[in-house]
C-alpha cells in the first residue's frame, strides 16, 4: 500500500469503478461522475483528490461496494482491509 501511494503524486486526481449496493455507499456516490439512484445497485465512476483519499473512502463502504477496477486500486484497498483485519485480531 505504502508503496503504491508513494509512487503516485500527492496531488494528483485518483479514480475507480465501483459497484455500490442499493441504499448504499452514500459518500462513494457523491464522489462519482454521473448520479445514481440512492435505491439503485450499479456501478459509478468515483473520483478522488489522490490515491489515499480514494482507498480510504472505498475502505469506509465495506462490504457495500466492490471496486471492479483498475487492479492497483482494488489491491489497494484490500492490502487497507488486510491491515485493519490484522490490527483488530491481534495479529502481526
Do not use: K, W, Y
Request: charged share 20%; proline share 8%; net charge positive.
Amino acid at each position: 500500500l505504502v508503496s503504491l501511494v508513494m509512487q503516485s503524486e500527492p496531488d494528483s486526481e485518483a479514480r475507480a469503478q465501483v459497484r455500490v449496493q442499493a441504499g448504499a455507499g452514500a459518500h462513494l456516490r457523491r464522489m462519482a461522475d454521473a448520479p445514481l439512484d440512492p435505491f439503485t445497485a450499479g456501478v459509478i465512476n468515483v473520483t478522488a483528490p489522490n490515491l489515499m483519499h480514494l482507498v480510504a473512502a472505498l475502505c469506509s463502504a465495506g462490504e457495500h461496494a466492490v471496486v471492479q477496477g483498475p487492479p492497483e486500486v482494488r489491491a489497494d484497498v484490500v492490502a487497507r482491509l488486510q491491515a485493519v483485519a490484522r490490527r483488530h485480531t491481534g495479529r502481526p
